[in-house]
């Protein structure tokens, strides 16, 4: 069964400093990988997703995520945050075969001043 | 043009009460999703429709619940005798195809038993 691992519940970085979120997986095959953000109010946007091609993926907001195969990961990172991306933000992973995704627990941003 | 929408926003009831929860796609949309997101985590998915049929509802946790889509656009999802457990924001998405197709998500319905 597919299942997708966020580490860390939540993290607080200064605005201007750079982020990484981190995200393991579980899948049979290569996956179809997705981050989404949740802000307090709001549904979950895609910011990007990865199904081919090249393993370095560029999303909306500045944000980009690599997949590792060999690790099992997909990172999320933004080289500046700015105080708006404070939210929570999901990672998951996508069946090949289906249309259903299954999420992270999510991790929650905090950006300081 | 318009996203996805859900009514009600919010609906609360009494411990073994039915309730109906509706999702409208974006136009043209061929496949649904129901997904249930609980305080503090992520969504669990429940049920998908690829058109009219529903092609995978390995999520739905008991026969209580139930999902329709009759005319492939509009969805509901059907809770009988409601549990407090079943508290949670419920989450629809739709997306013009399976797989790698991006899901687009509506605003939820937060469903309060009491």
């Known amino acids: 069964a597919q299942s997708v691992t966020q580490p860390d519940i939540h993290i607080t970085v200064s605005e201007g400093a750079s982020l990484e979120l981190r995200c393991n997986y579980s899948?049979?095959?290569?996956?179809?990988l997705f981050w989404y953000v949740q802000s307090p109010g709001q549904g979950l946007q895609l910011l990007l997703k990865?199904?081919?091609?090249?393993?370095l993926v560029q999303g909306i907001k500045g944000f980009e995520a690599e997949f590792k195969r060999s690790q099992s990961s997909f990172n999320l990172r933004k080289p500046s945050v700015h105080w708006s991306d404070a939210a929570e933000y999901f990672c998951a992973v996508g069946d090949t075969n289906a249309g259903k995704s299954t999420f992270g627990d999510g991790t929650t941003l905090t950006v300081k001043p | 043009g318009a996203g996805v929408s859900q009514t009600p926003s919010n609906k609360v009831t009494e411990k073994g009460k039915y309730v109906e929860l509706r999702c409208d796609p974006i136009s043209g949309h061929t496949a649904l999703y129901w997904y249930r997101q609980s305080l503090g985590q992520g969504p669990e998915f429940l049920i998908y429709?690829?058109?009219?049929?529903?092609?995978?509802d390995s999520g739905l946790p008991n026969d209580r619940f139930f999902a329709v889509r009759p005319e492939g656009s509009v969805s509901t999802l059907k809770i009988q005798r409601t549990e407090r457990g079943d508290s949670a924001v419920y989450l629809c998405?739709?997306?013009?195809?399976?797989?790698?197709?991006?899901?687009?998500f509506g605003p939820g319905t937060r469903l309060l038993v009491l």
């Open positions: 998405a739709s997306s013009s195809g399976a797989g790698h197709e991006t899901q687009y």
């Open positions: 429709f690829q058109g009219t049929g529903a092609a995978d």
């Open positions: 899948y049979g095959a290569t996956p179809y």
């Open positions: 990865y199904f081919s091609g090249d393993t």
